[in-house]
């Protein structure tokens, strides 16, 4: 979704790539190592919950590019939001996945894990251009915004259980 907003922006391909290709590889490498670093000394469980708070400012940013318009500054604030925060939750998430998985089947646990986390974002990810056509994207991004805080609940409410995933992942 993300190109076709900057392309509605008024972006070129060039600005989008330069900005989201270059800049946004290195933001997205300095929060997989920011999210190590978070799995390390937090936890990973909290680690996550850090990545869901950061995910819903990361998607607000698409809102502030919207009021912005074509704006290159705020084009590289956008994306860097958006791929640190990428990088770090997808660090939490395999460690959490890898811990999981039992050592005796980790490949095939983590590769059916990791498969259901894709089928899932793919098909919730496909209605994105039907929502937007319907409400805009103000709205859209509002809504995916608020769409984190019920993974946010069932986080908090898994890390409060003594017998939780983070018992198995630490």
């Not at 290195?26 to 799995?39: C, D, E, H, K």
């Not at 089928?119 to 995916?144: C, E, H, K, N, Q």
Request: net charge positive; hydrophobic share 55%.
């Amino acid at each position: 979704m993300a190109p076709s907003f900057y392309i509605w922006l008024g972006f070129t391909k060039v600005e989008y790539a330069s900005v989201s290709k270059l800049f946004g590889i290195i933001a997205s490498l300095t929060g997989v190592s920011v999210g190590g670093i978070l799995v390390y000394r937090l936890g990973v469980m909290r680690a996550l919950l850090l990545g869901g708070v950061l995910q819903i400012l990361a998607n607000l940013t698409y809102v502030l590019q919207l009021w912005a318009g074509h704006d290159i500054a705020v084009l590289f604030v956008t994306i860097g939001i958006e791929q640190l925060t990428a990088g770090l939750c997808g660090a939490a998430f395999v460690a959490f996945l890898s811990g999981l998985c039992s050592p005796a089947y980790t490949a095939t646990q983590y590769a059916l894990l990791s498969a259901l986390f894709s089928f899932a974002y793919r098909f919730l990810g496909s209605t994105g251009g039907y929502i937007v056509d319907l409400f805009g994207w103000a709205p859209f991004f509002v809504l995916s915004a608020v769409l984190v805080l019920p993974s946010l609940v069932l986080l908090l409410r898994l890390m409060r259980r003594p017998d939780g995933p983070e018992a198995a992942v630490s």
